[in-house]
């Protein structure tokens, strides 16, 4: 066990790590392995590799001997939204194939969501598209397309269903696994491509850091007497949109919707006030402790785009899968950790043969401080 650490400092330094250097896209590029690109989850789920990244050099070591990590003192915080099968297929009035990612319901009475379209010409508003039962033997519902949103230059759609989006969901949709993963969505998709504390319905993908804990890993926390603590962020399908421009701060972020409970405010300021860590499970968590940090707001829509340079305000460790390269994630990671110790840490996982992505292997980081 580590032992306890000192009394956390309120203030920030003025100037974090790679404040003055001049990124560029190509700067959070590295090369990878396609067979390295995991496409199916470890038989169980903690035991996914772990890289202790909170030192130099890292060390290899296995998800289930997280707890070694910890103190006492320290709080978790975890996301704890839950994946939709949110994928749905179906065809137009025409026959013409149509696939649906339902991005978001909304909350009103006439069973609207704003979703992704997929087709091969997009149809004119007032159009009604036949859903597909997930045989696709026959109507399971049907959606009647009211425009693209927020506006006609929009990459979204909204739709009015003809039932509850989130049953007909459950019953017909698909896991909207992530592009790099290549196979069709199947029974263990249903149970892995979600975390054991899931309890709020809203993301189209999976906080995957998450994904490693299971109830023996819980337990030896709960043993050690570390606190746990919920957010949550409704992931979105931008998380998958690439960055574009060389400039990364031509970039535009995709917007989600958070929530930071009033019993998760307390808990990270008795953490605080103990001397513990606030450890983030994921780069969701992350997003979202920092979004109320600067804001102030508890609930609401967060584009916040985290890049190196940024002051970060609560999260003192992160738990985080290896991401794409040329990400917005990529540029998360670095901005917590260091720009030049998070690359070295991939080309360790690279030549150590670890396996990358959402079904891949995880690595702990610490925050770094000038």
């Not at 300021?269 to 804001?295: H, I, K, N, P, Y």
């Not at 917590?336 to 996982?349: I, P, R, T």
Request: aromatic residues 8%; glycine residues 6%; charged residues 20%.
């Amino acid at each position: 066990m580590e032992r306890a650490c000192p009394a956390l400092k309120h203030t920030m330094p003025s100037a974090p790590p790679d404040a003055s250097r001049a990124f560029t896209l190509s700067d959070f590029d590295y090369h990878l392995p396609p067979e390295l690109i995991a496409q199916h989850p470890t038989p169980e789920r903690s035991a996914a590799r772990l890289l202790d990244g909170t030192r130099w050099p890292p060390r290899d070591r296995i998800f289930r001997d997280l707890p070694d990590f910890f103190s006492p003192l320290d709080l978790l915080v975890f996301n704890d939204t839950q994946v939709m099968k949110a994928r749905l297929y179906g065809e137009k009035p025409s026959g013409g194939k149509v696939e649906l990612l339902i991005e978001r319901v909304l909350p009103s009475s006439g069973h609207e969501v704003l979703a992704h379209l997929k087709v091969s010409k997009k149809p004119p508003a007032g159009t009604v598209l036949h859903l597909w039962q997930r045989d696709g033997r026959s109507v399971a519902a049907r959606a009647t397309l009211l425009g693209r949103w927020p506006d006609e230059e929009g990459t979204l759609f909204r739709l009015a269903l003809d039932q509850d989006p989130y049953a007909l969901m459950a019953a017909h949709g698909h896991v909207p696994l992530p592009p790099y993963i290549e196979h069709a969505d199947d029974a263990q998709d249903e149970e892995r491509y979600q975390t054991v504390f899931a309890q709020r319905p809203g993301a189209v993908a999976a906080p995957t850091a998450a994904l490693h804990f299971d109830q023996g890993v819980l337990d030896a926390l709960d043993r050690l007497g570390v606190q746990r603590a919920s957010v949550t962020l409704h992931i979105g399908a931008g998380t998958f949109v690439p960055c574009k421009s060389e400039n990364i701060h031509e970039h535009v972020m995709h917007s989600e919707w958070y929530e930071v409970p009033a019993a998760t405010q307390q808990a990270i300021a008795d953490a605080r006030a103990r001397g513990g860590r606030v450890v983030a499970v994921g780069t969701t968590s992350v997003r979202t402790l920092e979004s109320w940090a600067r804001t102030g707001a508890a609930s609401g829509d967060t584009a916040l785009y985290i890049t190196p340079g940024f002051e970060f305000a609560l999260v003192d460790r992160l738990i985080t899968n290896f991401h794409l390269p040329k990400s917005t994630l990529m540029m998360l990671v670095t901005a917590f950790a260091g720009y030049d110790h998070v690359m070295a840490l991939y080309s360790h996982a690279v030549a150590q043969r670890y396996r990358f992505f959402s079904y891949g292997d995880s690595m702990l980081l610490q925050r770094a401080s000038v």
